[in-house]
C-alpha cells in the first residue's frame, strides 16, 4: 500500500495546529523567579560554629572539591587538678563548585549539622576561580537556608526530646519532695518545741 501524497504534511500541520490552540509554558525566568522545591539543591552553607574539622565531608566527597584546614589549640582545664585539652580550630573551609556534582554526600555525612542546602542557584562568575566559596561566603549562604519542615503532629517525640523531657520531670519531682520535706519538717519541729 502506497502512501498518499502529503500525508506527512498534513500530520506534520495537524501537530502544529494543536499546538497553537494551547496556552503557552514558557517561563519568563528572569523576571520571574521560579517556584523552587523546598528541599532544592542550589549551593551549600557552612553554620561553622556547628564545624569540629572532623573532615568527614572532605573525606567523602567523591570529586575532593571540599578544603579544609586547621589547627589545635590547647584548652587550659575546666577544674582545678584537671587536664588541658586540645581542640580542632578551623582556619579554612572552601568547597570549588566548579567541581562540585551536587551529590550532598558531604551534607549527609556531617554529624554535626554544619552544612546545609540552600535553594539559591544564582551565583554564576565570569572567572572560574571565583566559583571556590571560602567560608566567609559559604557563612553568607546560610542566611538563604529555609526552616526545616514542621513535624508530623502524630509523629513520636525524638528520643533526644523525651530523654531531656524525663530528666527535667524527674528534677522537679525531686525538687518538690525536697520542698515538701522541708515544709513538713518546719511545723512539726514547732510543735514539738511547744510541747
Known sequence: MTPIPGSGLAKGLAVTLRTMTRKTVTAQYPDVQPELPPRSRGVIGLFEENCTVCMLCARECPD?????????????????????????????????????????????????????????????????????????KLREWMWTVPEPPALDPKAEEPKELAAARKAAEKQAAAEAAEAADRGDAGPSEAQGDAQ
Open 64 to 136: 575532593w572539591c571540599i578544603y579544609i584546614d586547621s589547627h589545635k589549640e590547647t584548652v587550659p582545664a575546666a577544674t582545678p587538678g584537671g587536664r588541658e585539652r586540645s581542640r580542632n580550630v578551623l582556619d579554612r573551609f572552601a568547597i570549588d563548585f566548579s567541581l562540585c556534582m551536587y551529590c550532598g554526600i558531604c551534607i549527609e555525612v556531617c554529624p554535626f549539622d554544619a552544612l546545609f542546602w540552600s535553594p539559591e542557584f544564582e551565583y554564576a562568575e565570569t572567572d572560574i576561580h571565583e566559583l571556590t566559596h571560602e567560608r566567609d
